[in-house]
């Protein structure tokens, strides 16, 4: 581990610069020398970081699942929202967030980095089971979930049509962002398996955020 604080501010600058080019061009078309040019460094010193480009991705797409990590877990473990508004202000952060990531960079990521996509293929599954499957345990018990459907069906569900819908391969079929298909499975599932009132509130919540996103 590196602990020269230059050296660590240096590291930062690299994750970055990287993150920004690889989200909007894509993986393949960025080159490390392009990156070392932009970063006003030798491709040495880069290479001292990062043995390669895949590692340079690799470690961009860990610190993206973190940051996603954390900030569902504050929505989540928020005492004084209900239910509802939890799920739509989680769902929709997690929407916000991957708006980060352009086409290019989801189909290369699939493509050249196989590993990496696993990964976040196998953090998103984890990560849903966390969450949701808590708070459709919770939405159960407080009368907020539907309870004439097991919450692990529920649940289950929610994790087949995540990993069949989400992915790279079925946005280059259809005309949709990343953002734009997860919103819409958000809304088809929870307008399913909430309760009228709960539904109500959480369509309240997804209209209000949904409004803010498009006036950004």
């Known amino acids: 581990m590196v602990s020269n604080p230059e050296t660590l501010t240096l590291h930062q600058r690299i994750l970055e610069a990287a993150r920004q080019r690889f989200f909007q061009e894509g993986y393949a078309r960025v080159t490390m020398d392009a ?93 849903i089971t966390r969450f949701l499957g808590g708070a459709l345990a919770e939405g159960q018990a407080s009368g907020m979930v539907r309870t004439d459907v097991p919450a692990e069906l529920m649940l289950r569900s929610f994790l087949a049509t995540a990993e069949r819908l989400v992915t790279p391969a079925v946005l280059m079929q259809l005309p949709y962002t990343l953002p734009e298909l997860i919103h819409m499975l958000i809304r088809l599932f929870f307008e399913g398996v909430l309760t009228d009132e709960a539904r109500l509130e959480f369509r309240g919540v997804i209209n209000t955020l949904s409004a803010k996103d498009a006036n950004h």
């Open 35 to 127: 990156l070392a040019r932009e970063l006003g460094i030798s491709k040495k010193t880069l290479y001292q970081h990062f043995p390669n480009k895949a590692a340079l991705a690799a470690a961009i797409m860990e610190k993206f699942r973190q940051e996603v990590y954390e900030a569902l877990e504050s929505i989540f473990h928020h005492p004084s929202l209900p239910l509802p508004e939890r799920l739509a202000r989680a769902f929709g952060e997690a929407a916000h967030r991957l708006r980060q990531l352009e086409r290019p960079f989801l189909e290369d990521l699939s493509r050249f980095l196989p590993e990496v996509w696993a990964e976040t293929e196998r953090f998103r599954a984890e990560a």
